[in-house]
């Protein structure tokens, strides 16, 4: 059982650049989210989703895109990589409403 | 808006000391409230979640404290250790617990 895995662990990108962070879990839960966090600022929420198919956007979803085509994956999408977009990305995942959540070990990305 | 703050940002103890951590939210209206470990350049492990119909859960050493109607928890660590040093983080639920809004962290030393 190896919880929420989430790939690269570490990535530098120049300004302008797209890739996608990967987020997979395997304990067929329903929630997933992706959290950034930074300095001074904690940990925010971007996007997440309570099932296949369904996302909405939480506090910061500007420059970022998800989809969720399966129970198990919910990829990140960085459009066109900015400076203001370096800092570390969590992937995190619940059974339901009533469970706490897992978290991944997250992505350090770096944007130049 | 929910907002969570955590007091005090740091912390430094003597090994041994009995100690206890707050969080506190505006919104009572809280769902779950959870509470994370963070150790340096690591992703966030889960201590203790407090479900909505709960006041109180307990781990080994550790026991957390919920009051809605204060806004308040507590993480209560008994009898600490060099190795509890690490950054603890809070997270409220809301709106059904897809979504976390997280205190920026205590960051606890114990000293040997």
């Known amino acids: 059982n190896a919880g929420v895995t989430q790939t690269p662990k570490f990535q530098v990108l120049k300004t302008g650049q797209s890739m996608t962070l990967q987020c997979a879990q395997d304990m067929n839960h329903e929630y997933m989210s992706w959290y950034r966090q930074d300095p001074g600022m904690g940990l925010r929420l971007i996007h997440y989703?309570?099932?296949?198919?369904?996302?909405d956007q939480g506090e910061v979803p500007n420059g970022y895109n998800v989809s969720r085509s399966t129970t198990e994956d919910f990829p990140l999408r960085l459009l066109s990589a900015a400076p203001s977009q370096t800092s570390v990305y969590f992937c995190?995942?619940?059974?339901?409403?009533?469970?706490?959540?897992?978290f991944g070990s997250g992505t350090r990305l770096t944007v130049v | 808006k929910q907002e969570v703050t955590q007091i005090p940002a740091a912390l430094s103890v003597p090994e041994g000391e009995n100690l206890v951590l707050n969080c506190s939210f505006t919104?009572?209206?809280?769902?779950?409230l959870q509470w994370f470990r963070q150790d340096p350049g690591k992703g966030l492990t889960s201590l203790l979640l407090i479900q909505s119909s709960q006041r109180e859960q307990t781990s080994g050493r550790l026991n957390a404290s919920l009051d809605k109607s204060s806004g308040r928890s507590t993480l209560y660590i008994a009898a600490s250790q060099p190795g509890d040093s690490a950054t603890y983080l809070c997270?409220?639920?809301?709106?059904?617990?897809?979504?976390?809004?997280f205190g920026k962290g205590t960051k606890l030393t114990v000293n040997p």
């Open positions: 997270a409220g639920s809301q709106g059904g617990s897809e979504k976390l809004v």
């Open positions: 989703s309570v099932g296949a198919g369904i996302t």
């Open positions: 919104d009572s209206a809280i769902y779950n």
């Open positions: 995190a995942s619940s059974r339901n409403s009533l469970d706490g959540y897992t």
